[in-house]
Nanobody
Framework: QVQLVESGGGLVQAGGSLRLSCTTS????????MGWFRQAPGKDREFVAV????????NYADSVKGRFTISRDNVKKTVFLQMDSLKVEDTAVYYC????????????????????WGQGTQVTVSS
């Protein structure tokens, strides 16, 4: 069983930055791809970014490409999401998620592929 705890959310003005962290416990961290997803009120949960278990591969939603950066520290068992040039439409609850994979598996953007989820952290971007 893997436990995930997000932190770093808050209120920021448009154009500003936030750095989200997701600390994990209870599993072998480097066996999991780690993803960030978000859910705005009245909308489905959507993919934001993913990083492979060895940190070599990353993928981003088109809406955040060039503004957000995902990274991981396999020693600290933590995944990060650096969010720059934030927009009002980035307002959502952000969730990190873990997906157990073999080393050669492609990364996934589907929420249903992820077995473990954090409780979420609110990000609010004001105009």
């Amino acid at each position: 069983q893997v436990q995930l705890v997000e932190s770093g959310g808050g209120l920021v003005q448009a154009g500003g930055s936030l750095r989200l962290s997701c600390t994990t416990s209870g599993g072998t961290f480097n066996r999991y791809d780690m993803g960030w997803f978000r859910q705005a009120p009245g909308k489905d949960r959507e993919f934001v970014a993913v990083i492979s278990r060895n940190g070599r591969n990353t993928n981003y939603a088109d809406s955040v490409k060039g503004r957000f950066t995902i990274s991981r520290d396999n020693v600290k068992k933590t995944v990060f999401l650096q969010m720059d040039s934030l927009k009002v439409e980035d307002t959502a609850v952000y969730y990190c998620a873990a997906r157990h994979v073999i080393l050669t598996a492609p990364t996934s953007f589907r929420p249903t592929d992820y077995e473990y989820w954090g409780q979420g952290t609110q990000v609010t971007v004001s105009s």
